[in-house]
Nanobody, 117 residues
Framework: QVQVVESGGGLVQAGGSLRLSCAAS????????MGWYRQAPGNQRELVAV???????NYADSVKGRFTISRDDAKNTVYLQMNNLKPEDTAVYYC???????????WGQGTQVTVSS
């Protein structure tokens, strides 16, 4: 079992920055990729960024050049640095961890990010 807990959300003006953190615990050795998803009211949950065990990254087109995902394996933590935030980035952001087999997905409780115009 893996547990992931997000932190770092909040309210920020457009053009501002926030950094989200996701701390993983439990069977850390079984984790392959970790990522961030977001869900705005009335919308489906969508991928924001993902980082593999080897450090490869992938981003949604809408956040490329503004968001950076990184990981600190010593702290079992993944970060999402969000710069030049836009009102359309407003959503609940969820951390996700995928098992090595791809069979299991673990989700955090979500953290609210609100960007005012």
């Amino acid at each position: 079992q893996v547990q992931v807990v997000e932190s770092g959300g909040g309210l920020v003006q457009a053009g501002g920055s926030l950094r989200l953190s996701c701390a993983a615990s439990g069977s850390i050795f079984s984790i392959n990729a970790m990522g961030w998803y977001r869900q705005a009211p009335g919308n489906q949950r969508e991928l924001v960024a993902v980082i593999s065990k080897g450090g490869s990254t992938n981003y949604a087109d809408s956040v490329k050049g503004r968001f950076t995902i990184s990981r600190d394996d010593a702290k079992n933590t993944v970060y999402l640095q969000m710069n030049n935030l836009k009102p359309e980035d407003t959503a609940v952001y969820y951390c996700n961890a995928v098992s090595l087999t791809g069979r299991y997905n673990y989700w955090g409780q979500g953290t609210q990010v609100t960007v005012s115009s």
